[in-house]
C-alpha cells in the first residue's frame, strides 16, 4: 500500500562518515524530490529530478549529492556529514512539475554524533 | 524575493473552529497547496487552491484571494487529533513551491 518508502526511518552516523539514504515510489511519478527539514522550520528544497533531468538548488551544499538510477528509486548521499546536517530528510513525488500535488514518504531522521 | 507568512502557533478549543492565514509573495503564482504535518511524521496533503474563492472538503476549507496574497484553512468541529502544523506553500512560475514554517495547532480539550 505504501507509495513513497524511505528507508531508514531512523539513521545514526558518526561526524565525516558517509550516509546514504534511500527513497523508493511505487506511484511512477516523474518528479522526486528531496528535503531537508529541521524542527519547526519549513521543508527546504536540495534537489529534484523531473523524469533524469537533476536540478540542484543554488544553496545546497557540495556535501549533498543525488542519484536516481530509475523512476522509482532516487538516493541522497552525504559525503561527510556535520551536526548541522542531522534533521528530518523527506523525500516526495508529484505526476509532473505541473501537476504539483506532492506524495511525501516517511521521512529519515538523521543523527550525527 | 518569495516569501510566506503563517502564525507560528495557534491553540484552540475541541469542536470549535479556527482559521490559519497565510499571505505570500511568489514570483508567478501556479497555487497554494496546504499540507498537514504531525509531529515527527511527513506532511500530507490536505487542499490546492488556484482560483479564488472557497474549497470546501469535509471539515477542513480552504480559501484564496489572489489580489491580496492571501489564503486560509478552516478547520471545523476541532478534534484532538488536527494537533499538528500546517503548512502553507505557494507554486511559484517556475512550479517550485514556496513553503511558510508551518502553523503549530494546539488542540485543547
Known amino acids: 500500500d505504501a507509495m513513497v518508502i524511505q528507508n531508514p526511518r531512523y539513521q545514526v552516523t558518526q561526524f565525516g562518515k558517509p550516509v546514504t539514504l534511500s527513497c523508493s515510489q511505487t506511484l511512477n511519478h516523474n518528479v522526486m524530490y528531496w528535503y531537508q527539514q529541521k524542527s519547526s522550520q519549513a521543508p527546504k528544497l536540495l534537489f529534484h529530478y523531473y523524469d533524469k533531468d537533476f536540478n540542484n538548488e543554488a544553496d545546497t551544499p557540495d556535501n549533498f549529492q543525488s542519484r536516481r538510477p530509475n523512476t522509482s528509486f532516487c538516493f541522497l548521499d552525504i559525503r561527510s556529514p556535520g551536526l548541522g546536517d542531522a534533521a528530518m530528510y523527506l523525500c516526495?513525488?508529484?505526476?509532473?512539475?505541473?501537476?504539483?500535488?506532492?506524495?511525501f514518504g516517511p521521512g529519515t531522521r538523521l543523527t550525527v554524533t | 524575493g518569495q516569501n510566506i507568512d503563517q502564525p507560528t502557533e495557534m491553540t484552540a478549543t475541541e469542536g470549535a473552529i479556527v482559521q490559519i492565514n497565510c499571505t505570500y509573495q511568489?514570483?508567478?503564482?501556479?497555487?497554494l497547496f496546504w499540507y498537514q504535518q504531525h509531529a515527527g511524521e511527513a506532511p500530507t496533503f490536505l487542499s490546492y487552491n488556484v482560483l479564488d474563492g472557497l474549497e470546501e472538503k469535509g471539515r477542513f476549507s480552504s480559501f484564496l484571494s489572489r489580489s491580496k496574497g492571501y489564503s486560509y484553512l478552516l478547520l471545523k468541529e476541532l478534534q484532538m487529533k488536527d494537533s499538528a502544523s500546517y503548512l502553507c506553500?505557494?507554486?511559484?512560475?517556475?512550479?517550485?513551491?514556496?513553503w511558510g514554517a508551518g502553523t503549530k495547532l494546539i488542540i485543547k480539550p
Open positions: 511568489t514570483s508567478g503564482f501556479n497555487g
Open positions: 516526495a513525488t508529484s505526476r509532473d512539475r505541473e501537476v504539483n500535488e506532492q506524495y
Open positions: 506553500a505557494g507554486l511559484d512560475s517556475n512550479y517550485q513551491l514556496i
